[in-house]
Protein backbone atom coordinates (compact mmCIF):
# COMPACT_ATOMS: atom_id res chain seq x y z
CA UNK A 1 0.00 0.00 0.00
CA UNK A 2 1.20 3.02 -0.74
CA UNK A 3 0.27 6.62 0.85
CA UNK A 4 -0.11 9.84 -0.84
CA UNK A 5 -0.39 13.76 0.46
CA UNK A 6 -4.00 14.12 2.37
CA UNK A 7 -6.16 15.81 -0.33
CA UNK A 8 -9.61 17.36 -0.10
CA UNK A 9 -11.92 15.99 -2.94
CA UNK A 10 -14.77 16.97 -0.99
CA UNK A 11 -17.54 16.17 1.55
CA UNK A 12 -20.14 15.94 -0.10
CA UNK A 13 -18.65 13.02 -2.07
CA UNK A 14 -17.76 10.99 1.52
CA UNK A 15 -19.17 7.38 1.04
CA UNK A 16 -20.64 8.13 -2.25
CA UNK A 17 -19.12 5.16 -3.86
CA UNK A 18 -21.18 2.12 -2.68
CA UNK A 19 -20.80 -1.22 -4.42
CA UNK A 20 -22.71 -4.35 -3.85
CA UNK A 21 -21.68 -7.24 -5.12
CA UNK A 22 -21.74 -11.49 -4.76
CA UNK A 23 -18.22 -12.39 -5.85
CA UNK A 24 -18.90 -14.81 -8.20
CA UNK A 25 -18.61 -15.09 -11.83
CA UNK A 26 -18.79 -17.37 -14.79
CA UNK A 27 -15.29 -17.45 -16.33
CA UNK A 28 -14.04 -18.36 -20.03
CA UNK A 29 -10.99 -18.47 -21.76
CA UNK A 30 -9.90 -15.03 -24.28
CA UNK A 31 -8.40 -15.14 -27.14
CA UNK A 32 -7.21 -11.57 -27.62
CA UNK A 33 -7.23 -11.09 -31.26
CA UNK A 34 -10.76 -11.71 -31.66
CA UNK A 35 -12.00 -7.92 -33.12
CA UNK A 36 -15.51 -7.00 -32.51
CA UNK A 37 -18.33 -4.53 -33.93
CA UNK A 38 -19.25 -1.91 -32.00
CA UNK A 39 -21.89 0.69 -31.70
CA UNK A 40 -21.30 4.03 -31.29
CA UNK A 41 -18.31 3.78 -29.87
CA UNK A 42 -16.25 6.20 -32.01
CA UNK A 43 -18.18 9.00 -31.03
CA UNK A 44 -16.99 10.55 -27.58
CA UNK A 45 -18.89 10.69 -23.96
CA UNK A 46 -17.39 12.15 -21.27
CA UNK A 47 -18.46 8.65 -19.36
CA UNK A 48 -18.87 5.42 -21.11
CA UNK A 49 -20.14 2.68 -18.90
CA UNK A 50 -19.37 -0.72 -19.29
CA UNK A 51 -21.83 -3.58 -18.12
CA UNK A 52 -20.31 -7.21 -18.86
CA UNK A 53 -22.40 -9.97 -18.51
CA UNK A 54 -23.01 -13.46 -19.23
CA UNK A 55 -26.37 -15.42 -17.88
CA UNK A 56 -27.34 -13.27 -14.74
CA UNK A 57 -30.53 -11.20 -15.77
CA UNK A 58 -31.82 -10.33 -12.25
CA UNK A 59 -28.30 -8.96 -11.30
CA UNK A 60 -27.55 -7.13 -14.23
CA UNK A 61 -30.70 -5.28 -14.12
CA UNK A 62 -30.28 -4.48 -9.98
CA UNK A 63 -27.42 -2.64 -11.60
CA UNK A 64 -29.04 -1.32 -14.42
CA UNK A 65 -31.36 0.09 -12.58
CA UNK A 66 -28.96 2.11 -9.71
CA UNK A 67 -27.27 3.45 -12.60
CA UNK A 68 -30.88 5.07 -13.44
CA UNK A 69 -30.68 6.77 -10.18
CA UNK A 70 -26.98 7.66 -10.41
CA UNK A 71 -26.07 11.23 -11.03
CA UNK A 72 -24.40 12.58 -14.04
CA UNK A 73 -25.43 16.44 -14.56
CA UNK A 74 -25.98 17.61 -18.06
CA UNK A 75 -22.37 15.65 -19.38
CA UNK A 76 -22.72 12.82 -22.03
CA UNK A 77 -23.36 9.50 -20.58
CA UNK A 78 -23.60 6.13 -22.51
CA UNK A 79 -23.94 2.62 -20.88
CA UNK A 80 -23.12 -0.17 -22.87
CA UNK A 81 -24.38 -4.06 -21.81
CA UNK A 82 -21.47 -6.28 -23.28
CA UNK A 83 -23.31 -10.09 -23.13
CA UNK A 84 -21.11 -13.25 -23.73
CA UNK A 85 -21.89 -16.06 -25.67
CA UNK A 86 -21.69 -19.67 -24.17
CA UNK A 87 -19.16 -21.80 -25.62
CA UNK A 88 -21.30 -23.31 -28.44
CA UNK A 89 -22.03 -19.92 -29.12
CA UNK A 90 -25.93 -19.05 -27.45
CA UNK A 91 -26.46 -15.94 -25.91
CA UNK A 92 -28.99 -15.91 -22.55
CA UNK A 93 -32.21 -15.80 -23.68
CA UNK A 94 -33.67 -14.00 -21.12
CA UNK A 95 -30.43 -12.01 -20.42
CA UNK A 96 -30.55 -10.05 -23.47
CA UNK A 97 -34.41 -9.46 -23.37
CA UNK A 98 -33.99 -8.09 -19.93
CA UNK A 99 -30.94 -6.12 -21.66
CA UNK A 100 -33.26 -4.58 -24.64
CA UNK A 101 -36.26 -4.14 -22.91
CA UNK A 102 -34.55 -1.81 -20.31
CA UNK A 103 -34.49 2.17 -20.71
CA UNK A 104 -31.34 4.39 -19.76
CA UNK A 105 -32.81 7.49 -18.69
CA UNK A 106 -29.76 9.86 -18.64
CA UNK A 107 -28.36 9.38 -22.40
CA UNK A 108 -27.67 6.98 -25.00
CA UNK A 109 -27.91 2.93 -24.20
CA UNK A 110 -26.81 -0.39 -26.35
CA UNK A 111 -26.72 -3.97 -25.94
CA UNK A 112 -24.12 -5.21 -27.37
CA UNK A 113 -23.38 -9.26 -28.02
CA UNK A 114 -20.27 -10.97 -28.80
CA UNK A 115 -19.68 -12.79 -32.19
CA UNK A 116 -18.88 -16.19 -29.94
CA UNK A 117 -17.70 -16.60 -26.56
CA UNK A 118 -14.67 -14.55 -25.10
CA UNK A 119 -14.85 -15.04 -21.79
CA UNK A 120 -14.15 -12.98 -18.78
CA UNK A 121 -10.73 -12.04 -20.99
CA UNK A 122 -12.76 -10.68 -23.61
CA UNK A 123 -14.76 -8.89 -21.38
CA UNK A 124 -12.47 -7.38 -19.70
CA UNK A 125 -9.82 -6.43 -22.62
CA UNK A 126 -11.82 -6.04 -25.16
CA UNK A 127 -14.80 -4.25 -24.72
CA UNK A 128 -13.58 -0.50 -24.19
CA UNK A 129 -10.66 -0.02 -26.46
CA UNK A 130 -9.63 4.27 -26.18
CA UNK A 131 -7.61 5.88 -28.17
CA UNK A 132 -4.36 7.37 -26.44
CA UNK A 133 -5.89 10.85 -26.28
CA UNK A 134 -9.72 10.11 -25.49
CA UNK A 135 -10.89 11.76 -22.48
CA UNK A 136 -13.71 10.12 -22.23
CA UNK A 137 -14.21 8.56 -18.39
CA UNK A 138 -14.91 4.69 -18.34
CA UNK A 139 -15.82 2.42 -16.02
CA UNK A 140 -16.25 -1.39 -16.32
CA UNK A 141 -18.78 -3.19 -13.80
CA UNK A 142 -19.49 -6.69 -13.58
CA UNK A 143 -23.18 -7.31 -13.12
CA UNK A 144 -23.13 -7.88 -9.78
CA UNK A 145 -22.69 -4.89 -8.39
CA UNK A 146 -24.67 -2.02 -7.62
CA UNK A 147 -23.37 2.12 -7.48
CA UNK A 148 -24.02 4.97 -5.33
CA UNK A 149 -25.72 7.62 -6.95
CA UNK A 150 -22.73 9.61 -6.39
CA UNK A 151 -20.06 7.51 -8.52
CA UNK A 152 -19.87 9.28 -11.11
CA UNK A 153 -18.87 12.45 -9.33
CA UNK A 154 -16.40 11.05 -7.34
CA UNK A 155 -15.00 9.89 -10.83
CA UNK A 156 -14.88 12.86 -12.35
CA UNK A 157 -13.09 14.53 -8.96
CA UNK A 158 -10.34 11.85 -9.35
CA UNK A 159 -9.96 11.68 -13.15
CA UNK A 160 -9.50 15.70 -13.15
CA UNK A 161 -7.28 15.49 -10.25
CA UNK A 162 -4.42 12.38 -10.69
CA UNK A 163 -4.91 11.44 -14.47
CA UNK A 164 -1.65 13.98 -14.79
CA UNK A 165 0.22 10.87 -12.59
CA UNK A 166 1.28 8.41 -14.69
CA UNK A 167 1.92 6.33 -12.04
CA UNK A 168 -2.01 6.04 -11.33
CA UNK A 169 -3.34 3.26 -13.79
CA UNK A 170 -6.69 3.56 -12.36
CA UNK A 171 -9.70 3.92 -9.92
CA UNK A 172 -11.09 1.56 -8.02
CA UNK A 173 -14.99 1.64 -6.53
CA UNK A 174 -14.24 -0.96 -4.20
CA UNK A 175 -12.83 1.33 -1.06
CA UNK A 176 -11.19 -0.23 1.54
CA UNK A 177 -12.89 -3.54 1.74
CA UNK A 178 -10.38 -5.05 -0.80
CA UNK A 179 -8.40 -8.03 0.90
CA UNK A 180 -5.46 -9.78 -0.92
CA UNK A 181 -3.54 -10.82 1.92
CA UNK A 182 -2.62 -10.53 5.84
CA UNK A 183 -3.91 -12.91 8.78
CA UNK A 184 -7.53 -13.91 8.10
CA UNK A 185 -7.48 -11.80 5.09
CA UNK A 186 -8.26 -9.05 6.58
CA UNK A 187 -8.99 -5.16 5.19
CA UNK A 188 -6.63 -3.19 4.71
CA UNK A 189 -5.45 -0.98 7.17
CA UNK A 190 -5.24 2.84 5.98
CA UNK A 191 -4.75 5.52 8.08
CA UNK A 192 -7.78 7.90 8.29
CA UNK A 193 -6.13 11.07 7.73
CA UNK A 194 -5.61 9.87 3.78
CA UNK A 195 -9.07 10.46 1.71
CA UNK A 196 -7.14 7.96 -0.92
CA UNK A 197 -4.75 6.05 -0.84
CA UNK A 198 -2.62 3.85 -3.63
CA UNK A 199 -2.37 0.16 -3.81
CA UNK A 200 -0.37 -2.28 -6.30
CA UNK A 201 -3.54 -4.24 -7.17
CA UNK A 202 -6.15 -3.22 -9.13
CA UNK A 203 -9.62 -3.22 -7.38
CA UNK A 204 -12.32 -5.26 -10.05
CA UNK A 205 -15.49 -4.62 -8.32
CA UNK A 206 -15.84 -0.93 -10.12
CA UNK A 207 -12.87 -0.01 -11.99
CA UNK A 208 -12.31 2.93 -14.17
CA UNK A 209 -8.90 3.00 -15.99
CA UNK A 210 -6.23 5.89 -16.52
CA UNK A 211 -7.22 6.06 -20.33
CA UNK A 212 -2.70 6.37 -21.08
CA UNK A 213 -2.50 3.14 -18.86
CA UNK A 214 -4.94 1.24 -19.92
CA UNK A 215 -3.65 1.57 -23.99
CA UNK A 216 -0.20 0.79 -22.31
CA UNK A 217 -1.45 -2.03 -20.65
CA UNK A 218 -3.48 -3.37 -23.91
CA UNK A 219 -0.93 -3.20 -26.05
CA UNK A 220 1.39 -4.92 -23.42
CA UNK A 221 -1.06 -7.90 -22.55
CA UNK A 222 -1.69 -8.71 -26.80
CA UNK A 223 2.08 -9.42 -27.30
CA UNK A 224 3.03 -10.90 -23.49
CA UNK A 225 -0.08 -13.06 -23.54
CA UNK A 226 0.70 -15.18 -27.22
CA UNK A 227 4.68 -15.97 -25.05
CA UNK A 228 3.96 -19.32 -24.67
CA UNK A 229 6.95 -19.40 -22.39
CA UNK A 230 5.96 -16.29 -20.37
CA UNK A 231 4.05 -16.67 -16.99
CA UNK A 232 2.87 -13.20 -15.34
CA UNK A 233 4.40 -14.20 -11.68
CA UNK A 234 4.64 -10.96 -9.03
CA UNK A 235 7.29 -12.39 -6.28
CA UNK A 236 5.47 -12.14 -2.44
CA UNK A 237 2.19 -11.56 -4.13
CA UNK A 238 -0.11 -13.52 -3.13
CA UNK A 239 -2.88 -12.91 -6.36
CA UNK A 240 0.39 -14.86 -7.66
CA UNK A 241 -0.39 -17.97 -5.30
CA UNK A 242 -4.20 -18.05 -6.39
CA UNK A 243 -3.56 -18.03 -10.44
CA UNK A 244 -0.75 -20.82 -9.71
CA UNK A 245 -3.81 -22.43 -7.61
CA UNK A 246 -6.26 -22.53 -10.72
CA UNK A 247 -3.52 -23.31 -13.03
CA UNK A 248 -2.88 -26.70 -11.55
CA UNK A 249 -6.54 -27.04 -11.31
CA UNK A 250 -6.48 -26.20 -15.19
CA UNK A 251 -8.60 -22.98 -14.99
CA UNK A 252 -5.79 -20.43 -15.19
CA UNK A 253 -7.77 -18.68 -17.68
CA UNK A 254 -10.10 -17.47 -15.05
CA UNK A 255 -7.95 -14.47 -13.62
CA UNK A 256 -7.48 -11.69 -16.03
CA UNK A 257 -6.39 -9.45 -13.36
CA UNK A 258 -3.00 -11.07 -13.04
CA UNK A 259 -1.72 -9.73 -16.23
CA UNK A 260 -2.60 -5.94 -15.11
CA UNK A 261 -0.95 -6.82 -11.72
CA UNK A 262 1.89 -7.89 -13.35
CA UNK A 263 2.05 -5.48 -15.45
CA UNK A 264 1.58 -2.34 -12.75
CA UNK A 265 4.61 -4.43 -10.98
CA UNK A 266 6.92 -3.67 -13.61
CA UNK A 267 5.55 -0.42 -14.70
CA UNK A 268 5.57 0.47 -10.85
CA UNK A 269 1.91 1.70 -10.90
CA UNK A 270 -0.76 1.95 -8.62
CA UNK A 271 -4.45 1.81 -8.29
CA UNK A 272 -6.35 5.06 -6.57
CA UNK A 273 -8.88 4.07 -3.99
CA UNK A 274 -11.33 5.96 -1.81
CA UNK A 275 -10.85 5.78 1.91
CA UNK A 276 -14.28 7.09 3.72
CA UNK A 277 -15.34 6.73 6.43
CA UNK A 278 -18.31 3.67 7.17
CA UNK A 279 -19.00 0.58 4.36
CA UNK A 280 -17.90 1.46 1.13
CA UNK A 281 -18.63 -1.98 -0.31
CA UNK A 282 -21.66 -4.13 0.60
CA UNK A 283 -21.54 -7.77 0.09
CA UNK A 284 -24.71 -8.62 1.14
Known amino acids: MKRIKKEHIGSSIFGCVVLSAVFYYTYFTYEFNETFEKSETDYQFDL ?12 MLRLLDSLNVAEYGNDRVKVEVWIDRSKDGKVDKITIETAKRFVFKHGNYS ?4 DKHVGI ?3 WLSTW ?3 ADSSEIAVILED ?28 SLQGISIRHG ?4 SRLAVPRNNTVFLYPVLGTWGFS ?17 VNETFQPYVPGNVATSWYKSHQKGGSGGNIWSIWHIYHAWQAKEYT ?5 EGELLDTK
Open 272 to 276: LYSNF
Open 209 to 225: PSTRNWVNFLKWFSKAS
Open 48 to 59: RVIVIVFNRAKS
Open 111 to 114: VLTH
Open 182 to 185: GKGM
Open 129 to 131: TPS
Open 144 to 171: DLTVSPHFYKYLKLVHKKYDHSREINGY
Open 121 to 123: YGQ
